[in-house]
């Protein structure tokens, strides 16, 4: 039994470290984001720089649609549009 509560405590040790290692605040993002342009060369204060900001946002919001989609496929079991039809009939006089 004590080594099933051992087990048990390193794995919820385990999954704290990593949840405190994917969290990152909009400042830190926002830094981490300028660092990667500065060491692409481009100067803080230019328009080139903060170009080069907009696209690494447009990037990673490209990248969290496409999960969200690829997800949808994995809940919803489809990958196309699904069209519902519903037939109409029309009687003559």
Request: charged share 25%.
């Given at each position: 039994?004590?080594?099933m509560k051992t087990?048990?405590l390193i794995l ?42 907009q696209r690494i ?37």
């Amino acid at each position: 039994m004590k080594t099933m509560k051992t087990k048990l405590l390193i794995l919820a040790a385990a999954g704290l470290m990593l949840a405190a290692c994917q969290t990152m605040t909009p400042e830190e993002r926002r830094a981490a984001d300028g660092n990667t342009c500065a060491s692409y060369g481009f100067r803080r204060g230019t328009d080139a720089f903060a170009t080069c900001l907009q696209r690494i946002e447009l990037d990673r919001r490209a990248e969290s649609r496409a999960f969200r989609y690829d997800n949808d496929v994995m809940i919803w079991g489809w990958s196309r549009p699904v069209v519902v039809t519903r037939p109409v009939i029309v009687q003559g006089n």
